[in-house]
């Protein structure tokens, strides 16, 4: 049962970013949504959710430039799930092909 509405806009556009070291080494890829994000491993991949509500006034106190930030940063509470799935009998040396190259940097 998901406990936080997801949305097919969520995941219409999302764009896989390589591991180059920046997370655990199980991650084969990753990509960023609305409030969360997901996680490609060899045998599987990992979707984050955090609660949308949470979340978004989590991420307006990060960007706001106010004394008020650091009171809401420290009283906040964010509600999030994590769903593995693993693929049993995946091949563990399975090889993934890029797409298209992005015209973006990441680090």
């Given at each position: 049962m998901l406990l936080y509405p997801v949305f097919a806009q969520d995941y219409g556009s999302v764009e896989f970013v390589e591991?180059?070291?920046q997370w655990d080494p199980?991650?084969?890829l990753s990509a960023k949504t609305t409030a969360g994000a997901i996680f490609l491993h060899?045998?599987?991949f990992t979707i984050l959710q955090h609660n949308p509500q949470e979340f978004a006034v989590l991420t307006e106190a990060m960007h706001e430039r106010s004394?008020?930030?650091d009171a809401v940063l420290g009283a906040s509470i964010l509600h999030s799930h994590a769903y593995r799935v693993a693929f049993i009998g995946a091949n563990p040396a399975a090889?993934?092909?890029p797409d298209k190259a992005q015209p973006t940097?990441?680090?």
């Open positions: 591991n180059k070291g199980q991650v084969r060899n045998n599987g004394l008020a930030k090889t993934i092909l940097y990441n680090n």
